[in-house]
């Protein structure tokens, strides 16, 4: 199996980040020069994704217009002389082929998901989470492709969590396979303590079959009301092969205040233009505490 296709869902209302959030999509929120859904589209492109469909909503045009070519602005910078600019600024337009579907109901995960059908038809396809930015040596996506394509099977990433965090997520019941990858047995959404598989969490990364999409279609709502694609994935998992995938790297949940200051911060100190700066900054703000 050939992964050329990737899903970014990003529809959701982003109430979590508000008031910013109003007016700005939170894929749009910058992580030093960057907005946050463009490390999501290198991490797909960097893994040799072609086709990126970015699943979104009516007021999420932010986004179009970002990946798109901006003749009066690339005017203004090769007239000004600023030649490292306009290639950035081109280079966001160049990263793969991207497409749009809107969700035009907020109906959950999974009904976004279901939005790519026509998209994807009969390939599979990786999902990438467009909260979820990852930091690794290898696309964390990369990872999951190698599994996928080894094993012929739908993969997920997954990684530890405490105690403290883990009804927060799906987990998984899974059997050792190989060097960090895991059988599926079963899934199940945000349980309590007492009821865990287990600590391995999914995060925010999939390369999925097409069957997936009718059992999307017909999922019933689950956890919130909304369609959860944990429940789809559970029958899968069920009917079909599917892995799990300790994958290696870090990730960060850009979608809440926390996860988006601790990405702020990381991706600043290794920026080149801000990273001795911003050393010395918090050195001097930490002695004043």
């Known amino acids: 199996m050939k992964v050329r296709k990737a899903v970014i869902p990003a529809a959701g209302l982003g109430t979590r980040m508000l008031p910013a959030t109003k007016t700005v999509p939170k894929e749009m929120l910058p992580l030093v020069d960057k907005p946050a859904i463009q490390y ?7 893994a040799g994704i072609e ?3 970015i699943v979104t909503n009516r007021a999420k045009s932010a986004m179009d217009d970002y990946f798109d070519y901006y003749p009066e602005l690339e005017t203004r910078l090769t007239q000004a002389g600023k030649d ?3 290639m950035e600024v081109r280079r966001a337009a160049d990263l793969a082929n991207i497409f749009y579907v809107r969700q035009r109901e907020t109906k959950g995960l999974g009904h ?12 599979p396809f990786a ?9 690794s040596q290898k696309p964390v996506i990369g990872q999951l492709i190698a599994a996928a394509e080894e094993y012929d099977a739908s ?3 997954v990684q530890e969590v405490s105690d403290e ?5 799906g987990v998984i019941k899974a059997e050792p396979l190989g060097e960090r990858v895991f059988t599926v047995r079963d899934m199940q959404e945000k349980p309590t303590l007492a009821e865990k598989f287990s600590n391995y969490a999914i995060l925010g990364r999939y390369v999925l079959k097409p069957e997936i999409f009718d059992l999307l279609e017909h999922q019933t709502p689950g956890y919130g009301g909304e369609i959860q694609v944990t429940d789809s994935l559970r029958t899968l998992c069920q009917q079909d092969r599917m892995v799990a995938v300790d994958f290696e790297g870090h990730r960060y949940d850009t979608g809440n205040l926390k996860g988006f200051l601790e990405a702020t911060i990381d991706f600043s100190l290794e920026h080149p233009e801000t990273g001795e700066w911003l050393k010395q900054f918090l050195k001097e703000k930490a002695a004043m505490l």
Do not use: C, P, Q, T
């Open 40 to 46: 999501i589209i290198e991490e797909a492109a960097a």
């Open 51 to 53: 086709d990126i469909l």
């Open 84 to 86: 490292h600019e306009l």
């Open 112 to 123: 976004a998901i279901w939005r790519a059908k026509r998209f994807v038809g009969d390939e």
């Open 127 to 135: 999902v990438l989470l467009g909260d979820d930015v990852m930091r």
């Open 155 to 157: 993969a997920i990433g």
């Open 165 to 169: 965090i883990v009804s927060k997520y």
